[in-house]
């Protein structure tokens, strides 16, 4: 088992005609092949004005909801340059794909407001914007993510980060831990999909032994995690939380890596999460070991 | 993209926003006049900083002058922006180096009834746009939050619809205006919100919005910024931008498209992705270092980003060590080698330079950095490398 993403999942890109695009299209549908062979994951793709042409073996739809006719997708990996980001997502969301993975980075925070809003009442999840995607290891990838680092294991992973998340993946790996799952949730102020709703999914996958969580400066999503791990989540709860060394009123590269007006600092979500018996890493090389420690705490 | 008060007044005032009658100056002879101009008893000379704090801070070459001094005379006026501008501002937000005054705003004085606090910001809670208002204007809202959280009244509104005139009249009579007021909040408060909305804002903060004695609000200090994001689609604002505000090597990495954030330690940091440079600056910390930087070198890394990297981490006079920590994923380790050794040929490091390498690629980039036949400090993992980084300081 896994969250998010099974065996059933079809992928498509949106923009897969752009050089981004093309690339991690072709790195997914390679990953999917080794670990899957014979099987179809990723399907295709969509660019407006190119339909009906064909990119490396991937067919080319104008629409979202041509490629999910032809095509049966139900996820879509989207790399549409940031103007145009939330038009695709939203493309995405009314053409009834289920699980939506934005990889772009730079979408004005107004134009995620609005995504939000008009999402409301959809079905559809939201993954990103900003992030480096989600691995289900050896049964699909669906992002940016080197899929070797990621091994097959029982750790849930959530991040708002992409290296940092495959240095955790790979310090997992140095001592013999995978993932079930691990997710991306982006670096940005307004995001589709955040900590506490994949704590909950993690918490219901009966494969999922542990949870590794890694936060950084900006917002309070991380102190409302503490919160609900505390009251819900009896699995072992591992974190790291990037920044303890930024300065106040400066954006760190994420455009939601910002403490302001003094709160939204690594001090009080580090605070909070062990107030919520989550073991903290205090060193970024600590982050493996610190689910050891997190799991032999709860034996 | 952060804007001067009086550039965020003229914006504010082409929205229908009321803001003081004022005259922008660059000599002290066009503050004299402007004072004139606006003809009455009472004049405010308000220095033109990115920061806040200008009211109590003090000038470098004046101790004894204010960054913002009620005047009432032309020659008062002519005497204050003659020792503000050209001058160098120093208040509780610029840091001990301070901000050159370039400019000043004459301001008409207003009868003061009462101030209260007005911002609008992006929530990521409600996951939209809210507006912030409190009776406790002038003060530090921050400070407010903390120490009299109940005087915060919070308003999330419809990105699409803006802020409600119903919204606007609940926050009105909840900071306890009365009579024209009334009115006058409503009509200020949605414009605001539009205001926010159609520019693109990340912040709106009017601090104080004066209560007039005639019971007409008015835009005290006005705070604005713009998202960096939605830029693209504002290109009538750029020119509002003024660079001397930024830090010189944080506008050119940026031009370069790369992340910085200049900090006051001597170890450089040089990575990939945002999470992992915050993550390096942490580890150096927590084995006793300081970080000179946040540098995210983003996905791409070529030679040419990874050069120019170099130079602006090196044109940091502090920096007395470098730590280059790549995680390579998708981006090969070898090619970031090919671009590191590029790059040190190019620009000639010479301070003790500790590279932590892994993932894709990591034995045959190994291989490289060992046979370059150049002094690089090979860290074996992130604890490693950032000990040995520490270390080379004392060598």
Redesign the interface.
């Known amino acids: 088992m896994s969250i998010l993403v099974d065996k059933n999942t079809k992928i498509i890109c949106q923009g897969i005609t752009g050089k981004s695009g093309l690339?991690?299209s072709q790195?997914c549908r390679a990953y999917a092949k080794e670990h899957r062979p014979g099987e179809d994951v990723f399907v295709g793709g969509c660019t407006p004005g190119k339909g009906g042409t064909e990119i490396d073996g991937f067919p080319v739809f104008n629409t979202v909801e041509q490629a999910v006719q032809k095509t049966g997708a139900n996820c879509s990996l989207i790399f549409v340059p940031?103007?145009f980001a939330a038009d695709a997502i939203l493309e995405a969301a009314d053409a009834g794909i289920g699980l939506i993975v934005c990889i772009t980075e730079?979408?004005?925070?107004?134009?995620?407001?609005?995504v939000?809003?008009a999402m409301v009442k959809s079905t559809s999840r939201l993954i990103g914007p900003n992030c480096p995607g989600i691995i289900t290891p050896g049964v699909a990838k669906i992002g940016?993510?080197?899929g070797?680092?990621h091994k097959i294991g029982s750790v849930g992973l959530i991040?708002?980060?992409?290296?940092?998340?495959?240095?955790a993946s790979?310090q997992l790996g140095n001592i013999g831990m995978g993932q079930t799952t691990a997710v991306g949730i982006g670096?940005d102020?307004?995001i589709g999909t955040t900590y506490i709703e994949l704590l909950a999914m993690f918490e219901a996958d009966p494969k999922t032994e542990s949870i590794l969580m890694?936060g950084?400066?900006g917002?309070?999503?991380e102190i409302q995690a503490a919160e609900y791990i505390k009251s819900h989540v009896t699995k072992p709860v591992a974190a790291?939380i990037?920044?303890?060394?930024?300065?106040p009123g400066?954006?760190?590269?994420?455009?939601?890596?910002i403490i302001s007006?003094?709160s939204g600092t690594?001090a009080e979500k580090q605070a909070a999460l062990e107030a919520a018996g989550v073991v903290v890493a205090?060193?970024?090389?600590d982050m493996g070991t610190a689910v050891k420690k997190a799991i032999e705490k709860r034996k | 993209m952060k804007i001067h008060e009086y550039q965020a007044k003229q914006l504010l005032s082409a929205a229908g926003v009321k803001v003081p009658r004022n005259v922008v100056a660059k000599t002290a002879a066009e503050a004299a006049e402007g004072y004139t101009k606006l003809g009455g008893e009472i004049a405010v000379v308000k220095s033109q900083i990115h920061a806040g704090g200008r009211g109590k801070g003090t000038f470098k070459q004046h101790p004894e002058q204010r960054g913002v001094v009620l005047v009432k005379s032309a020659d008062a006026a002519k005497d204050n922006a003659a020792r503000m501008l050209g001058s160098t501002l120093v208040t509780i937000q610029t840091g001990p180096e301070g901000k050159l005054v370039s400019t000043v705003l004459i301001e008409e004085g207003l009868k003061i009834a009462r101030e209260l606090y007005l911002g609008v910001v992006?929530d990521?809670?409600s996951?939209?746009?809210i507006l912030i208002a409190s009776t406790e204007g002038g003060m530090d809202?921050?400070v407010v939050?903390?120490k009299t959280p109940e005087k915060i009244l919070r308003e999330p509104f419809?990105?699409?619809a803006g802020l409600r005139p119903f919204q606007a009249r609940n926050i009105a009579y909840r900071l306890g205006l009365e009579g024209p007021s009334i009115r006058a909040a409503e009509k200020m408060l949605t414009q605001l919100s539009k205001f926010f909305?159609d520019h693109?804002c990340?912040m709106v903060e009017i601090n104080p919005l004066v209560v007039t004695a005639e019971g007409d609000l008015v835009v005290g200090d006005a705070k604005v910024a713009f998202?960096d994001?939605?830029m693209?689609?504002h290109q009538d604002l750029l020119p509002f931008r003024d660079l001397s505000e930024e830090e010189p090597m944080e506008v050119q990495a940026q031009a370069s498209g790369l992340?910085y954030?200049k900090?006051d330690g001597n170890i450089g940091c040089l990575?990939?992705?945002?999470?992992?440079?915050?993550?390096?600056?942490?580890?150096?910390?927590?084995h006793g270092g300081f970080?000179a930087n946040?540098l995210?070198v983003g996905?791409g890394a070529n030679v040419d980003q990874v050069t120019e990297a170099f130079r602006i981490i090196l044109a940091d006079p502090n920096v007395k060590a470098v730590l280059v920590n790549i995680?390579?994923?998708?981006m090969k380790c070898d090619t970031i080698v090919t671009a590191l050794l590029t790059a040190y040929d190019k620009i000639g490091i010479k301070v003790p330079l500790v590279v932590r390498l892994?993932?894709?690629n990591v034995d045959l980039a190994r291989k490289m950095l060992a046979e370059s036949g150049k002094p690089i400090i090979v860290g074996t993992?992130?604890?490693d490398a950032?000990q040995k980084a520490v270390k080379s300081l004392g060598a």
Do not use: C
């Not at chain 1, 990037?242 to 300065?247: M, S, W």
């Open positions: 690339f991690h790195q940031p103007p730079g979408i004005p925070v107004l134009d995620m407001a609005r939000k809003r940016i993510m080197p070797y680092i991040s708002k980060s992409g290296t940092l998340t495959y240095e790979w670096g102020p307004i890694i950084e400066i917002g309070n999503a790291f990037a920044g303890a060394t930024a300065p400066k954006r760190m590269g994420h455009a939601g890596a007006g003094g690594a205090q060193s970024p090389a | 992006v990521r809670e996951g939209g746009p809202i921050e939050a903390h419809d990105v699409e909305i693109d990340s998202d994001n939605a693209f689609r992340s954030v900090l990575v990939n992705g945002a999470g992992l440079a915050m993550s390096t600056m942490d580890i150096i910390k927590y970080p946040f995210d996905g995680f390579g994923g998708i892994e993932g894709t993992d992130l604890t950032a």
